[in-house]
């Protein structure tokens, strides 16, 4: 299982870095935000521990205290679960389908 977390250190104590531990960062997108892979019982931790954050849970002000580039990580790694928009005739299927249509 894996979540986006923000860090807020100046709320952080031994229980956050405890939690931590407890999980691996496969992706970092700057010291603080970053997503985190473990059971569901490690997310879950770090998840209620003091000064860790989920998107979802940020404050408005926590949010402006965003960087630029850290913003444009955390909506990229949100968008990754929005089902794809546009549809397309015949996606997925083998060119020699009968119900295949080339793109025009």
Not at 45 to 74: K, N
């Amino acid at each position: 299982m894996e979540q986006l977390f923000i860090v807020e250190d100046d709320r952080s104590d031994e229980r956050t870095r405890r939690a931590l531990r407890s999980v691996r960062k496969s992706q970092e997108f700057s010291e603080r935000v970053f997503v985190a892979e473990g059971d569901a019982r490690s997310i879950a931790a770090l998840g209620q521990s003091p000064g860790v954050r989920t998107p979802s849970q940020l404050t408005a002000d926590a949010a402006d205290a965003l960087s630029p580039a850290e913003r444009l990580s955390i909506d990229a790694w949100q968008s990754r679960a929005e089902p794809e928009a546009k549809v397309r005739p015949g996606d997925g299927l083998s060119w020699g389908h009968k119900d295949f249509r080339a793109p025009r």
